[in-house]
């Protein structure tokens, strides 16, 4: 069955750095393209970054460009999320997630609380 | 960027009850549009994609219909379960934007 499992999130203080992770089992991870989408404490979904199944593409939300890189290792089936210069506003809970059918988001990891404050 | 609204923002309903949620996009989308259910604390789980497509293990009172701009996800013989923020959102191009939630409250 799918599985995807985040990692890393935890307290960082302002204009600092933290990397998320991603595992993902049960199926050819190396064949698709991955997302990572956010929610802020009581507010709604907003997509952040894509990468195609490769690598060879990467798509950023405006408030994340620049500041956020997403990345690949297919050889460990993990997905990454690499956040600098972080401000208050990306408090969020971090979620990977895979497309399916349509590139709707089939399947969904539990999240990963990032918390930026000083 | 294509805009996604949402109508309402909230609703409460009772048990038994068909419950209609609309979602308009800035532009044609065609159907790539998907319905999520997130109850508190958890991930989102996908219902419906390409507008009117059920995702598999979904109970069948979940229905969504639209092409283009105007969308709709309708529940039918509402269940306590089925209380829930419902968000649809756009998978035709990038930002792959959602709408902004509808809170269904069961009565």
């Known amino acids: 069955q799918v599985q995807l499992v985040e990692s890393g999130g935890g307290v960082v203080q302002p204009g600092g750095s933290l990397r998320l992770s991603c595992a993902a089992s049960?199926?050819?991870?190396?064949?698709?393209?991955m997302h990572w989408v956010r929610q802020a404490p009581g507010k709604g979904l907003e997509w952040v970054a894509f990468?195609?199944?490769?690598?060879?593409?990467?798509f950023y939300a405006d408030s994340v460009k620049g500041r956020f890189t997403i990345s690949r290792d297919n050889s460990k089936n993990t997905l990454y999320l690499q956040m600098n210069s972080l401000r208050a506003e990306d408090t969020a809970v971090y979620y990977c997630?895979?497309?399916?059918?349509?590139?709707?988001?089939?399947?969904w990891g539990q999240g990963a609380l990032v918390t930026v404050s000083s | 960027d294509i805009q996604m609204t949402q109508s309402p923002s909230s609703l409460s309903a009772s048990v038994g009850d068909r419950v209609t949620i609309t979602c308009r996009a800035s532009?044609?989308?065609?159907?790539?549009l998907s319905w999520y259910q997130q109850e508190p604390g958890k991930a989102p789980k996908l219902l419906i994609y390409?507008?009117?497509s059920l995702q598999s293990g979904v109970p069948s009172r979940f229905s969504g219909s639209g092409s283009g701009t105007d969308f709709t996800l309708t529940i039918r013989s509402l269940q306590p379960e089925d209380s829930a923020t419902y968000y649809c959102?756009?998978?035709?191009?990038?930002?792959?934007?959602f709408g902004q939630g509808t809170k269904l409250e069961i009565k």
């Open positions: 997630a895979k497309p399916g059918n349509w590139n709707a988001f089939d399947f």
């Open positions: 049960g199926f050819t991870f190396s064949s698709y393209g």
């Open positions: 990468i195609r199944y490769d690598g060879s593409n990467k």
């Open positions: 532009q044609s989308i065609d159907s790539y």
């Open positions: 390409a507008a009117s």
């Open positions: 959102q756009q998978s035709y191009s990038s930002p792959y934007t």
